[in-house]
T-cell receptor, first 110, second 113 residues
Framework: DGGITQSPKYLFRKEGQNVTLSCEQNLNHDAMYWYRQDPGQGLRLIYYSQIVNDFQKGDIAEGYSVSREKKESFPLTVTSAQKNPTAFYLC?????????FGPGTRLTVL | SQKIEQNSEALNIQEGKTATLTCNYTNYSPAYLQWYRQDPGRGPVFLLLIRENEKEKRKERLKVTFDTTLKQSLFHITASQPADSATYLCALGGMNRDDKIIFGKGTRLHILP
């Protein structure tokens, strides 16, 4: 099956800990994105990557980091510097004029 | 700054009627506009794309209009069904492939049986 996988589906973190969210795709798309979704806020862009070994900050990059060592993978690390990390995180790739989204990871900080 | 508004946070429609959702934008000249469906706890799913030079696009029971003068898109679901209940997001895209897509906050649609 072609698509985007994100893991884990649910993630619990203690304050002060870094956590890494996984995103893998087999659609052979160059561009990949990380969004954060909060109730009533819509999708906000964290980081995006147009090509391997290159990525750019989105609108809310503070407290997050990414890497793009392989075309298939775009992991997101939520660092302890992120003040309010509890949210639903969505990974996406870009096809021709549409975005394909993964199933999301719900992160809760305890 | 660029702004995109979906002017109903939630919308209740009786089953069988046409649901109409609105998307307005300012300070932007998009090359195209998209509509996505999102179910609770899941990622959005692409539904339709309409380009700036198109007035209307249809797909089964879905119809999208795009008025670049009014800076508005309307999304219609005809003969609505309870299974159409979901959040619908509109999104704007630019001319260049590396232009970021801007998403609205979404409208929660409830189709009442």
């Amino acid at each position: 099956d072609g698509g985007i996988t994100q893991s884990p589906k649910y993630l619990f973190r203690k304050e002060g800990q870094n956590v890494t969210l996984s995103c893998e795709q087999n659609l052979n798309h160059d561009a990949m994105y990380w969004y954060r979704q909060d109730p009533g806020q819509g999708l906000r862009l964290i980081y995006y990557s147009q090509i391997v070994n290159d990525f750019q900050k989105g609108d809310i990059a503070e407290g997050y980091s990414v890497s793009r060592e392989k075309k298939e993978s775009f992991p997101l690390t939520v660092t302890s510097a992120q003040k309010n990390p509890t949210a639903f995180y969505l990974c996406a790739t870009s096809g021709y004029n549409e975005q394909f989204f993964g199933p999301g990871t719900r992160l809760t900080v305890l | 700054s660029q702004k995109i508004e979906q002017n109903s946070e939630a919308l209740n429609i009786q089953e069988g009627k046409t649901a109409t959702l609105t998307c307005n934008y300012t300070n932007y000249s998009p090359a195209y506009l998209q509509w996505y469906r999102q179910d609770p706890g899941r990622g959005p799913v692409f539904l339709l794309l309409i380009r700036e030079n198109e007035k209307e696009k249809r797909k089964e029971r879905l119809k999208v209009t795009f008025d670049t003068t009014l800076k508005q898109s309307l999304f219609h679901i005809t003969a609505s069904q309870p299974a159409d209940s979901a959040t619908y997001l509109c999104a704007l895209g630019g001319m260049n492939r590396d232009d970021k897509i801007i998403f609205g906050k979404g409208t929660r649609l409830h189709i009442l049986p």
